[in-house]
């Protein structure tokens, strides 16, 4: 595996505050926001996705998406994402400042419809907008712009996607302009198999610099082993979302994101280097629980890390059980 920025193995980004706030009804309060973002800063996320620009009438929860991206670009070393639906929202998103900018490109045209309310074609005269605007900037003012293949691995409203689909619509987004193309199991529909076919079949197409992350949810409990599959093949980057809030507000029955700190303590776990303090992320949950209650879950949470678990142990379990046969 590729070691990433600063001698860390895997980048964690953070989709809570858009993803997770998104698909629930209670509106979190900005200042509870910041706190959250500033919170998991501070324990060692180096990427949030603090929100998405899309009309307060139809998601009141990212009513305060420019405030709220303009405070996190005040935290040194944080990468400050952003979702946009069109060439309205990139603008906003680029005025405010993000570093990075996502786009989502349903590769279920019944869902792009639902969910953008814009046909394929539609959506590509979007990105086409959107690189233009972006070559008009200053090269040190210009965000990185991701297509995220959403529904890539199945969709609640067509069913099965083929493979071959998903591929030409990711040479499509990249022909654009598009920096890279993320993947995005929007549905929870992906198995472990897919996941490594679909990497390897983008990435020879595309090329390996143009996909590096994947969006996972847990929806049938194949989250975490999703992740192995990515990782077996050296993707390294991946979407959680704290307490697995979230889901995709337009995919029915398709809810809950991975859990980031059942994602760090798996990864830690086996010797791999996050950068994140488990232990102050676990605290991070008491913010969040405060402004949104109920709505959180998590198995290392619940459970607490094993007897004698020390973070940074470089694989902890394999070490511990190699000593004890020793």
Known sequence: M???????????????????LQSITSVMPTDAKKAWIAAEAAAG??????????PAKLLPQM?????VVSYART???LKVAALVPNFKGAEAAIAAGAHKITLPLSVSETHSLKNLRKTHEEVFEEVRQIVALIKTLPV?????????LSTAFGCTLEGLIPEVTVVKLGERLVALGCDEVGLADTTGYANPAQVKSMIKSIWAAVGRDKLTGIHIHNTRGLGLA?????LDVG???FDSSLGGLG????APGASGNIVTEDLVFMLDSMGLKTGIDLAALLKVRDIVKAAVPDEMYGFTPDAGVPKGYVQGGQGWGLGAAKMAAE
């Open 63 to 67: 009513a305060d998406t420019a405030e």
């Open 75 to 77: 935290i040194k070393g």
């Open 2 to 20: 590729d070691t990433l920025m600063s001698g860390i193995d895997v980048l964690i980004s953070e989709v809570g505050p858009r993803d997770g």
């Open 226 to 230: 999703n992740v192995l599959a990515a």
């Open 140 to 148: 040190d003012r210009r965000p990185q712009f991701e297509g995220s």
């Open 235 to 237: 993707l390294t980057t």
């Open 45 to 54: 996320v180096r990427e949030v996705e603090v929100g998405s620009f899309v």
């Open 247 to 250: 889901g995709c507000p337009f």
